[in-house]
């Protein structure tokens, strides 16, 4: 199964990360030898089988409902990109 | 000095026959040298290093001092550290200063250990020969013109040269033990969830797992002793009694059940590496163990079922790198959306991408049962072949990786070529069970074998004895590059 260049243009897109056409195409033929190398596992007769998708069988840990966490954005936003009024700025959304 | 294991620094801290401050200088120097040749670091502390070297003395000192007190060391630059630059190894987060520090970081700083510098490794963790970091390539100190391994190369590098008698690395598909293995150093991945991810910047959150680098089993039960422990702001943190990792270490062999996975030992490892297994097993035996083969028929599997879960994994915790709230963002963009596209093409590198776009492929719309859901239940049948062997022997051995140490440059063209030398320390993050890689063995060419000692969940003290037992009756983990042993 290889990927066309729409295919993985729609995948860059999804991950919003640009790829140039030249990146596409050696990009392309990468992708295509890794899904090679994942074909031998879809080969694989796995009926009845049970996901797994943890280490270990644990349940999500539960803590009681209490504020634990301080305020410390004026430490976190320190190093932002753009910031005003205790606010991230980014180029506007809504037209 | 440095070049003694961390056990012997500890007396000679403790018997002031050195102070903390003469080897973090000499730990600092012998950085900022290699550095020129293997370039292992990324960020050096000298000011910050000095300091807490100062407190450590106060503190052996005043009698209040651990085993670890004293001692340089270096974190993994995936690893967050309060006030000091962590990267990841890319332009991403190039001038990122992280704001708090890892579970790991404190848990050792609270030891009294002495932070030297923040080390090299392949971008956001992703690959096995520390080649792809933004700030080039860190080189193999047993021959500078190898790959020391990855994605923790410059951790492995930086003990084997004998430049800190401890590191820290972490571990998703291999990432310590193979570079440990590659380096000629002792490399151990505990079992997930026991020491935290809190402050680990996420490559794929079910499978990563911090741990150390050092020169001896005895170093690494010390380190990890101090690592481990519960942490409620990671919730697969796992909350049990707190162990001694060294209690086992004197323990005898006899009795010990070593499986040898037939899958380990066929074509496709070099005979170098498999020459040296054999006479390590020689010697385990000899030590008083017994050997059995053992069949971990799904095994080969690993290696495609991480290669969909961990891309996966990480295209979604990767996606948190937008250019709004931290890291790199794009100079020129005219909305939103090229904004995100152009960081994001920008911030990574190509092999960083490439994942990202597998991961985002397995799991859209379509592909998810096929590809995602798949992996998760071939991954439960390699997790089964492991329970089943657990059942006729306690420790499974093999080599740590089918080569030894490469040309820097000679497997970037074919991805999947890079991939396949984690065939056999995959299955180690899928089932979540701890691995030793130490050294035993050298190649025609003068370049390290490692040999992985694999255990149940939980069984890493017996793990560290076999090692530690080996390393009474061996020398191989003595060995220095040439140019670094003194």
């Known amino acids: 199964m290889a990927l066309s260049s729409e295919d993985v243009q729609r995948l860059a897109h999804l991950a919003r990360i640009e790829i140039t056409p030249d990146e596409a195409l050696e990009v392309r033929a990468k992708l295509d030898r890794i899904f090679e190398l994942i074909g031998e596992m879809r080969a ?52 | 000095m440095l070049i003694a294991p961390i056990a012997e620094l500890a007396a000679a801290l403790a018997k002031k026959r050195i102070s903390s401050v003469e080897l973090t200088q000499e730990a600092l120097d012998r950085a900022e040298a290699a550095n020129r ?40 630059d995936v690893l967050m550290t309060a006030g000091l630059r962590t990267t990841c ?9 992280a704001p708090y520090s890892a579970f790991v970081v404190e848990r050792l700083a609270s030891e009294g250990t002495v932070l030297v ?21 860190v080189r193999n100190p047993w021959h500078l013109d190898y790959v020391p391994g990855g994605s923790s190369g410059g951790s492995s590098a930086a003990v084997a040269a004998r430049v800190v008698p401890g590191a820290t690395g972490t571990d998703t598909g291999g990432s310590i033990r193979q570079p440990a293995a590659l380096s000629g150093v002792c490399g151990l991945k505990p079992t997930y969830g026991l020491c935290s991810r809190y402050g680990l910047i996420a490559f794929a959150s079910s499978l990563d797992t911090p741990g150390v680098f050092a020169q001896t089993a005895e170093d690494c039960a010390l380190l990890l002793t101090a690592m481990a422990g519960h942490d409620a ?24 059940r070593i499986g040898l996975p037939t899958e380990y030992f066929g074509d496709g490892t070099e005979p170098a590496v498999l020459g040296a297994i054999d006479k390590a097993l020689a010697e385990l035996r000899r030590l008083g163990s017994t050997t059995v083969e053992i069949s971990l028929p799904n095994v080969k599997l690993s290696v495609p079922v991480y290669y969909v879960i961990a891309p996966a994994e990480a295209s979604s915790n990767l996606s948190r790198f937008d250019g709004v709230r931290y890291g790199h963002r794009a100079a020129k963009y005219s909305d939103l959306l090229e904004m995100y596209m152009r960081t994001r093409a920008e911030g990574f590198g190509a092999e960083v991408k490439r994942r990202i776009l597998v991961g985002t492929y397995v799991l859209s719309h379509g592909y998810y049962d096929a590809y995602y859901l798949k992996a998760q239940q071939v991954r439960r049948l390699i997790a089964d072949d492991f329970r089943r062997a657990y059942e006729q022997c306690d420790v499974i051995i093999g080599p740590t990786s089918p080569t030894t140490a490469f040309p820097i440059g000679d497997k970037t063209d074919d991805p999947v070529k890079m991939y396949l030398n984690d065939i056999f320390t995959i299955a180690g993050n899928l089932t979540g069970a701890p691995g030793i890689s130490i050294p035993c063995g050298f190649d025609g060419k003068g370049l390290p074998v490692g040999m992985l000692l694999q255990g149940n969940h939980f069984r890493e003290a017996l793990i560290l004895n076999v090692a530690h037992q080996y390393q009474q009756a061996t020398d191989w983990h003595r060995r220095v590059p040439e140019g670094y042993a003194s």
């Open chain 1, 44 to 95: 694989v007769d796995t009926t009845g089988i049970v996901p797994m998708s943890h280490a270990q069988d644990v349940a999500a840990p539960l803590r009681e409902d209490k504020v634990t966490e301080a305020d410390r954005r004026a430490l976190y936003q320190r190093d932002a990109p753009a910031v005003a009024n205790d606010l991230y700025l980014v180029p506007k959304v809504i037209e």
């Open chain 2, 37 to 76: 040749r293997l370039n292992a670091f990324i960020t050096l502390d000298r000011d910050g290093a000095l300091a807490q070297a100062r407190a450590a003395d106060a503190r052996i000192a005043a009698g209040d001092a651990t085993p670890l007190t004293g001692i340089p060391i270096a974190h993994k």
């Open chain 2, 89 to 97: 190894g890319s332009r991403m987060l190039e001038n990122f200063v």
């Open chain 2, 117 to 137: 510098g923040k080390t090299n490794m392949d971008e956001f963790a992703m690959g096995s020969s520390s080649e792809t970091s933004y700030f080039g390539p």
């Open chain 2, 233 to 256: 702001r990671d919730s697969t943190s796992v909350d049990r009694p707190a162990e001694d990792y060294t209690r086992d270490l004197g323990r005898p062999l006899t009795g010990v």
